[in-house]
């Protein structure tokens, strides 16, 4: 249990990332009663009430069709939480075991197993995404899986550096000594050792997964209107920009805001867990 | 060895003030080095010898080392006092530093002999040309062949790159030379070879040495004088002779003892009891009363003065013992 | 030197194959198929498979693709557009130059500006100048490229009037979208600039230099920045990878004529040769930049030429977070 005070001193020590957790609790928990909070439903029309600039009744104003927009952003930040939030961890299991494995056996194994993954990596990782989302489709599922398809080799290969130096450790050598079977060495020896990196890097890759899903979203190949997805909702504003800015600027900084206290929690988890990094 | 004082430090202390503690690290040190001397000081880790030889050459990082008092008398001018641009001149030209892991010490990604050329541009109003001939003298004086000249530091072994270490610190003919622990990152067969090539270079070029080191056997080795430092405290000084055959200090004898030797049996060996004090939670009175086995009441109120034994040979100790012992070599 | 670079090369050319036959798989599992999108929805069955036969689209996958390689390889032929009819091949290199000109300026001003920022802030860690620039990073890190992009256009070309929004008919039209493309890239710049040039800064070396008496601006150059360069130049190769993905987003919000938009627009046309051809180019062109990178690093880091010229290779463990000194 030390460990985990330690860690939590270490993380609030930077008054930044104090502030940023604060301000993503509050986020989470805006979005996850958003049946409480907001004072509409992410659908409801009002043709009459259309346009409206922010104001008492609308916070952030209502889009072209008479949705309040702040209902909306938080089903949306719903929406983009919970996707970035599986697609990041879904990577990361996936890419770690991948790596992991590639790693453990080595050799040949090893060789072709990454040679597959330099394939994915040469192309560029947006590209990726929507050349896999133009082919599965358009939809949350869809655009989840291109999410993840294309940040599995980058993940595998994050977690094979660690495990290549844990193979040779003794420790390893004496579980094969005595007949462990090799997925139990793995599982009980090699994947505990690397919870800590892999961990930073889920945080890390929350915000990143968000932004992907809105970019799609954004160039019509994700999670499809009348969803209030975040990037879906820039893309439907543009249009509107000039005259009625907030339907942009709202979701906008909504985004800005939640990655960025993302970001600045993700950072010092990072530095928290470094043991390098002097007290 | 003429009698000339080279390198004069009285009353240094230095502190380490970080924000919820303050680490007394150097507690009031006075030596003197002379000219062609080579003066051993010797102590365990974190007894503050490092942070002695860094503040010599003002390499302590500003926050959050401050020297607190003290001065350091060099040719004549207190380094303490002097501008940074002063100080420039006197590092690596007047005096020069040797640090102790060789394997981190030089610079990647330039050549050997371009690390060993920085030194000289930057002290003597010579041309390229001309330095390039220093450069080559000074390898081979180290024992390195001249056309390794444009080779990278990963190219060479341990024990080479310490050669190499030396010899940059080497090329401007310092008075002084401070080395650090120069081998303790090395093979012991290896440790044996530099420490006779430092030796040689010093003499050939007339220098003097402060030499930092654990290791007693390094000490018999290499020095004439030597102090002994526990808890950022000098608390034996005098020629070697004197520290090995007349032991004075409790602590000096315990580091003794805890020596394994040749002609004596002995069942266990004898380690001192007890640790170093904190450095931010030092003991009142003498540092060493926690762990002495002679100690007395007054040693645990008052702190004892570095008193004179005679003949130069100093011990800050109100109850100094006089032990014989045999030099190892 | 030579040896490796042709030793790079020829490490390219799997990789290019193996990304062909991973973007013909991808496409492959696209609802529709080229016959339909050439005939249209509604047409008979029996014309479609005609169709079929007389495109080979009814052999195996791995002839289909060896067939498509050999035409890249031997005629040069990326294909016919489902669309238009005409040459993928040409309708791709038409709009290569104004996207690889958009990538380049981005790249450039993302060193440029990145660079510089990341070294001042490390050099006075701690003051006004490190604070900003590192809120501000933290905040260029966090928006989205399709966003700022947006707001640029609402203050610059719609409030202010100064920019063009869309179309690109003059260098000053290239203004808006190089400015979004870099943001996000200069802030990751900036950020690992900065932790490369303190984390060297703790090394050894500069100890050893500082006790030979240089001074502090000839360290920093000399010695930091040299030592940093190593992953200051991993990033603009990542980033460059990033920076053509972003292509795609701006040349979407300001409507310019490259490749990027002709890919957007194949894909909702279902153009499948355009697609693969235009990914395959965008692949090709981030490969050679990582070549370019692998390039600077072996003339920038004497170990890994060693490394290099004794047939190992360490491209990957660079790459990612470890190093091996």
């Known amino acids: ?279 | ?329 | 030197m030579l040896k490796f670079i042709v030793k790079r090369i020829l490490t390219m050319i799997p990789v290019m194959l193996g990304v062909s036959l991973l973007v013909f798989v991808i496409l492959e599992m696209a609802p529709g198929d080229a016959a339909e999108s050439i005939l249209g929805e509604y047409a008979d069955e029996q014309n479609l498979e005609a169709l079929r036969d007389e495109m080979g689209l009814n052999d195996p996958l791995l002839v289909q693709w060896g067939r498509y390689v050999s035409d890249i390889v031997l005629k040069g032929d990326l294909g016919t557009s489902y669309k238009t009819g005409m040459s993928v091949t040409q309708s791709i290199f038409e709009r290569y130059p104004t996207t690889m000109l958009m990538a380049f300026l981005g790249v450039i001003v993302t060193a440029l500006l990145g660079i510089t920022t990341g070294i001042i802030s490390a050099v006075k860690q701690y003051s006004i100048w490190d604070n900003l620039a590192t809120v501000f990073g933290m905040i260029g890190v966090s928006m989205p490229s399709f966003f700022s992009g947006l707001v640029l256009v609402f203050i610059f070309a719609q409030k202010l009037q100064w920019l063009p929004a869309s179309g690109n008919y003059g260098w000053s039209y290239y203004i808006l979208p190089v400015l979004t493309i870099s943001l996000t890239s200069c802030a990751t710049q900036m950020r690992m600039t900065r932790s490369s040039m303190l984390e060297v800064m703790r090394q050894d070396y500069i100890r050893t230099a500082r006790a030979k008496g240089q001074t502090e601006r000839k360290i920093i150059l000399h010695h930091q920045l040299r030592n940093a360069l190593i992953s200051i130049i991993t990033v603009i190769g990542t980033q460059a990878g990033i920076l053509l993905g972003g292509t795609m987003i701006v040349e979407q919000i300001f409507a310019i004529p490259g490749v990027g938009k002709l890919l957007m627009d194949s894909i909702s046309y279902r153009d499948y040769p355009m697609v693969r051809g235009g990914v395959l180019l965008l692949a090709l062109s981030f490969s050679i930049v990582n070549l370019l990178v692998d390039l600077v690093y072996a003339a920038v880091d004497p170990r890994i030429r060693s490394q290099f010229s004794s047939g190992q290779k360490r491209r990957n463990t660079l790459r990612g977070k470890e190093r091996s000194v």
Not at chain 1, 7 to 33: D, E, G, Q, S, Y
Not at chain 1, 69 to 92: D, E
Not at chain 2, 42 to 58: D, H, M, N, P, Q
Not at chain 2, 286 to 302: A, G, N, V
């Open chain 2, 1 to 329: 060895m003429s009698q000339e004082t080279l390198l004069s430090i009285k009353d240094l202390r230095i502190h380490y003030c970080l924000h919820n503690s303050t680490v007394c690290a150097v507690n009031g040190v006075s030596l003197e080095i002379q000219k062609g001397e080579t003066f051993g000081l010797v102590g365990e880790t974190g007894a503050g010898k490092t942070t002695i030889s860094l503040g010599i050459l003002r390499l302590l990082p500003d926050p959050p080392a401050k020297v607190i008092e003290g001065s350091i008398e060099f040719e004549g001018r207190d380094l303490l006092k002097l501008p940074e641009a002063e100080m420039r001149k006197i590092r690596g030209n007047n005096i020069s530093m040797i640090f102790q892991d060789p394997m981190t010490a030089l610079n990647p990604i330039d050549t050997v002999g371009d690390q060993i050329l920085e030194g000289i541009l930057l002290h003597e109003e010579i041309g390229k040309a001309a330095a390039r001939e220093k450069v080559y003298e000074i390898l081979e004086l180290v024992g390195i062949p001249r056309d390794r000249y444009g080779e990278y530091p990963h190219q060479f072994s341990g024990g080479m790159k310490q050669r190499i270490v030396i010899a940059m610190a080497m090329v401007c003919h310092p008075d002084l030379l401070i080395a650090d622990e120069p081998t303790t990152a090395l093979d012991v067969t290896i440790q044996a070879q530099v420490l006779e090539m430092i030796d040689n270079v010093k003499a050939e070029l007339g220098s003097s040495m402060l030499l930092i080191t654990h290791d007693l056997g390094v000490i018999a080795e290499m020095c004439e004088r030597v102090g002994v430092i526990y808890a950022g405290q000098i608390v034996e000084i005098g020629t070697t002779e004197q520290i090995f055959n007349e032991t004075s200090h409790p602590y000096t004898v315990g580091l003794f003892g805890a020596i394994p030797t040749l002609d004596t049996k002995v069942e266990r060996l004898k380690p001192i009891d007890g640790l170093m004090p904190d450095p931010a939670n030092l003991p009142q009175g003498c540092k060493f009363s926690p762990r002495c086995p002679r100690k007395l009441d007054i040693c645990e109120e008052k702190e004892p003065e570095l008193k004179e034994l005679g003949d130069g040979h100093s011990c800050r100790c109100y109850l100094p013992q006089k032990e014989g012992r045999k030099t190892d070599g």
């Open chain 1, 1 to 279: 249990m030390t460990g985990f005070r330690n860690f939590w001193r270490r993380l609030c020590k930077n008054r930044l990332t104090v502030f940023c957790l604060i301000l993503f609790a509050i986020l989470v928990l805006m979005v996850v009663f958003a049946d409480f909070i907001a004072p509409y439903g992410w659908d409801d029309q009002d043709i009459t009430r259309r346009n409206l600039a922010p104001c008492a009744e609308h916070l952030c104003g209502t889009d072209n069709l008479g949705r309040d927009i702040f209902s909306r952003i938080l089903y949306g930040g719903r929406m983009s939480l919970q996707i970035g939030i599986y697609a990041s961890v879904l990577t990361t299991v996936i890419g770690a075991l991948i790596g992991s494995v590639s790693a453990y056996f080595g050799g040949k194994v090893d060789n072709i197993i990454m040679r597959f993954m330099d394939v994915f990596m040469a192309i560029p990782p947006m590209l990726l995404a929507i050349a896999i989302a133009a082919a599965l489709g358009t939809g949350t599922l869809n655009t989840m899986l291109a999410v993840v398809i294309s940040g599995i080799p980058m993940k595998a290969r994050i977690a094979r550096g660690p495990v290549l130096s844990l193979r040779s450790q003794e420790y390893i050598e004496a579980a094969r000594a005595v007949n462990t079977p090799t997925f139990k060495i793995i599982l009980r020896h090699i994947i505990p050792n690397i919870m800590a990196p892999l961990i930073v890097q889920t945080t890390l890759s929350i915000s990143g997964a968000i932004v992907q899903v809105a970019g799609l979203s954004f160039l019509g190949l994700g999670v499809q209107p009348p969803n209030p997805e975040w990037g879906a909702m820039l893309s439907a504003g543009r249009s509107f920009l000039r005259d009625f800015p907030w339907m942009v600027l709202a979701p906008g900084v909504a985004m800005l805001l939640t990655l960025f206290s993302l970001n600045v929690v993700g950072d010092g988890v990072r530095d928290a867990l470094d043991p390098k990094l002097k007290d």
